[in-house]
Nanobody
């Protein structure tokens, strides 16, 4: 079991940028998926971006071209570079880890992930 720990949230104006970081405490498996999810007030948790241990990535349509997910496997860290932020990006952002995801179709499904961080708040003002 691993424990993700997020950092880097904050408040920015519309059009601004933020970089989220996630440190994974514990021993990861040789292959894994890691992802960023977000949950706005009163809404369901949704997948934002995910990355496989081998480097393959997938993004939600709403963030494609604006957000970039990356990892530093030597440091057990995951990142989310967010640019051109919009007020609708306001949410609590969560880092999650999964030893195995059964198919590409559920890579951004919260139920595919076993270990979650506590979240970091991102607020974008208009």
């Amino acid at each position: 079991q691993v424990q993700p720990v997020e950092s880097g949230g904050g408040s920015v104006p519309s059009g601004g940028s933020l970089r989220l970081s996630c440190t994974v405490v514990g021993t990861r498996t040789s292959t894994f998926w890691m992802a960023w999810f977000r949950q706005a007030a009163g809404k369901k948790r949704e997948g934002v971006a995910a990355i496989y241990s081998g480097g393959q990535t997938i993004y939600a349509h709403s963030v494609q071209g604006r957000f970039t997910i990356s990892q530093d496997n030597d440091k057990n860290m995951l990142f989310l570079q967010m640019s051109t932020l919009k007020p609708e990006d306001t949410a609590m952002y969560y880092c999650a880890y999964s030893r195995r995801v059964p198919s590409w179709s559920v890579v951004l499904d919260p139920s595919s992930y076993n270990d979650w961080g506590q979240g970091t708040q991102v607020t974008v003002s208009s």
